[in-house]
């Protein structure tokens, strides 16, 4: 189960971390920096969910015969 | 100003026959009214989801956060993605558990997992003491709602009452049903409204996000970046309340409940993958807020709830108005229903049947939960007409409470020795802590949000009492969180080999 949660949980670390780099007002297109960056952040989370799914051992994926 | 009233009215009463007639043929038995027979996959999974979530918070309490605070508005953005990346991981365990135990609620979780009625009552009496208040929430959300579209010649109060004794009765009626369709017309309502407005107004003011941004900029230097207009929301209160709110979403009674609705945990990990995308409509909210923020400028305290509204209204023809409003109507009444329901079922299950009358049957659980279900809603509609106060931060407080039950919830998925004992010290140091820091108003304290200070105290004592009384989950107990590949019908020996091959 290492390799699913740590893709899945990297948007959340980067996320988090970033706040205290990524502080700022500047405008970038339409957003402040700060809300640039959150919403890079949640915009790739569903990309790291579906490679964690994928990463999944065999009987979570597999389960429920859906 | 009659054209707004008679739209929100409109939809208010669409939801309302929806509510009844989601009850369709069922015959209701104690799971299908709580958890409408776990059947509930793709739409019905995802709008109950968004529809618990998305809330009167959403709609009027990000636009009022961002007018008010300015920066820190964008921990709203953040939090509920950093929520699905948990409940990726957290709740497949959990609702294959409940599904294998036939659980209803999540003190229910309590009862079973660690063996003991009185930790289960106590985590229902936590769960009734922070949902009350998250309930109280949606319906002061309504009311500001329908007074505002009608300027005023609807009393909010008014409002609540038709609304909410209503919604008490179509609950009463269907159960997690009536949250589910309801919830349908809501998140196509509400998705339009957000569109409409989020788009509309910010364009007209400003031209473009980028000229309303610098619009701001000019205006308030620096306020959209922390720590804000307040000057007290820094770095580390937003990464601790990404934190604390992150872990804490799907630990509401009716959130969690709402989990053993689903038909597979794959439906809840798709559900998970996609959700979200639906915190980009935030965004616009935000841009409401920030539009409200200097075209409609002076508003304080309570006030800022109203900044969407006023600005709707003065820059939106009536019809915009209602159907915001009827959007906006409905994003409370569902979260409404889905609070009342899962308080009641608590008080139901955990307190009238484990403590008080362990003889009880499904049947008398559900006559007294249906009870309870108009007893709460009167007590909620009593604490929202006596004392109206700031959307958020009642938020805040009510998120702080049910966040408590995270450790306890985690460990027990891994850790076989996490004992009744332990996680009763951990809730109650949790939750005393978090009620003092609050009330004496402590939040933030040392710079970070309080309940995350109250989590972490909640956290080593949970570890420390089970090292010092440990607890003995079986083999058979933790193999219940395991996959299995025909669902219910695997050998009991091949759960248990799943078993030692889980972390």
Do not use: C
Request: aromatic share 12%; hydrophobic share 55%; glycine share 12%.
């Amino acid at each position: 189960m290492l390799k699913p949660v740590a893709a899945g949980f990297l948007p959340y670390v980067a996320m988090v971390a970033g706040v205290p780099f990524f502080n700022s007002s500047a405008n970038i297109g339409g957003l402040p920096l700060l809300g640039l960056w959150i919403l890079i952040w949640v915009v790739a989370t569903p990309l790291f969910l579906l490679a964690a799914y994928r990463l999944l051992p065999r009987a979570e994926r597999e389960e429920g015969g859906q | 100003m009659t054209v707004p009233l008679i739209i929100t009215a409109v939809i208010v009463a669409a939801a309302i026959v929806i509510g009844f007639a989601s009850r369709g043929r069922t015959r209701m038995d104690l799971e299908q009214w709580t958890v409408a027979g776990r059947r509930y996959g793709g739409l019905l999974l995802w709008v109950l989801g968004a529809g618990e979530i998305y809330t009167t918070f959403t709609f009027l309490g990000a636009a009022g956060y961002g007018y008010a605070k300015g920066g820190p508005v964008f921990y709203i953005l953040g939090y509920g993605a950093l929520a699905y990346i948990i409940s990726f991981f957290l709740l497949p365990p959990l609702w294959r558990y409940a599904k294998r135990h036939g659980l209803f609620t999540q003190a229910d979780y309590f009862t079973s997992r660690f063996g003991s009625r009185w930790l289960g009552a106590l985590a229902a009496v936590i769960g009734v003491i922070f949902v009350v208040p998250y309930g109280t929430l949606q319906l002061e959300g309504l009311g500001d709602i329908v007074t505002t579209v009608t300027n005023g010649k609807v009393s909010s109060a008014a409002a609540m009452v038709v609304a909410f004794g209503l919604a008490a009765l179509f609950v009463f009626a269907s159960g997690l049903r009536s949250a589910a369709w309801t919830s349908v017309l809501k998140d196509a309502l509400l998705i339009i409204a957000v569109l409409i407005i989020g788009i509309g107004l910010p364009l007209k003011y400003f031209g473009s996000y980028a000229g309303l941004i610098s619009a701001v900029n000019h205006a308030h230097p620096h306020d959209l970046a922390l720590p804000g207009s307040s000057g007290v929301l820094g770095v580390p209160w937003m990464i601790s309340t990404l934190l604390l709110t992150s872990m804490g979403f799907y630990m509401y009674p009716q959130a969690f409940m709402a989990t053993y609705s689903a038909r597979s945990a794959k439906a809840i990990r798709r559900n998970a993958t996609f959700l979200p995308f639906y915190q980009i409509l935030l965004l616009l909210m935000f841009y409401v807020g920030f539009t409200a923020l200097l075209v409609v400028p002076g508003l304080k305290g309570p006030g800022t709830n109203f900044a969407l509204l006023d600005l709707v209204k003065k820059g939106e023809p009536p019809w915009i108005t209602g159907l915001v409003g009827g959007a906006g109507a409905l994003a409370a009444i569902v979260p409404g229903a889905a609070i009342v329901l899962a308080a009641a079922t608590l008080v139901g299950r955990n307190i009238y049947r484990d403590v008080i009358r362990p003889q009880a049957g499904d049947v008398a659980v559900l006559r007294v939960s249906r009870g309870f279900v108009l007893v709460v809603m009167a007590a909620s509609l009593y604490i929202a007409i006596a004392s109206p106060s700031l959307i958020v931060n009642l938020l805040l407080t009510a998120y702080d409470g049910v966040t408590q039950f995270f450790p306890a919830i985690a460990l027990s998925l891994i850790w076989r020795r996490t004992s009744k004992t332990g996680v009763a010290a951990g809730l109650i140091v949790g939750v005393g802590l978090v009620l003092y820091l609050v009330i004496s108003g402590h939040d933030p304290i040392w710079g970070l949000n309080a309940g995350l200070v109250a989590l972490a105290a909640n956290a080593i004592v949970t570890v420390a009492g089970s090292l010092l009384v440990p607890g003995r989950a079986s083999r058979e107990v933790m193999a219940a969180y395991a996959p299995s590949t025909a669902e219910g019908a695997i050998p009991r020996t091949a759960v248990i080999e799943e078993d030692t091959a889980a972390p």
